[in-house]
Nanobody
Framework: HVQLVESGGGSVQAGGSLKLTCAAS??????IAWFRQVPGTGREGVAA????????DYSDSVKGRFTISQGNAKNTVYLQMNSLKPEDTAMYYC?????????????????WGQGTQVTVS
């Protein structure tokens, strides 16, 4: 099954930027998404991209600040995070899944990485 590895997390001051990277072991699934989770709360979908066509979607909380994109080799997906806020602090996870009838933002994600911590102070 596909393996996902996230990198790029860290600590940054409010207003700063970080770029997360998700490296996938293969191109089996059409959808790649970023989720985030704060301990004690549910996992929140942040952004999703469809490998075929490159369509993207974002949660309202990050729209206009975050950008999801894929590398030329299509097995790498990035999350550029600008104008970071303390409420963006969370563990960020990369996930992969098949394209569903509602597109990638509402797809079922079967495979997950281990996560990378983002802390905004």
């Amino acid at each position: 099954h596909v393996q996902l590895v996230e990198s790029g997390g860290g600590s940054v001051q409010a207003g700063g930027s970080l770029k997360l990277t998700c490296a996938a072991s293969d191109l089996t699934y059409e959808c790649i998404a970023w989720f985030r989770q704060v301990p004690g709360t549910g996992r929140e979908g942040v952004a999703a991209i469809c490998r075929i066509g490159g369509g993207t979607d974002y949660s309202d909380s990050v729209k206009g600040r975050f950008t999801i994109s894929q590398g030329n080799a299509k097995n790498t997906v990035y999350l550029q995070m600008n104008s970071l806020k303390p409420e963006d602090t969370a563990m960020y996870y990369c996930a992969a899944g098949p394209l569903g009838p509602g597109g990638c933002y509402t797809a079922t994600y079967n495979y997950w990485g281990q996560g990378t911590q983002v802390t905004v102070s």
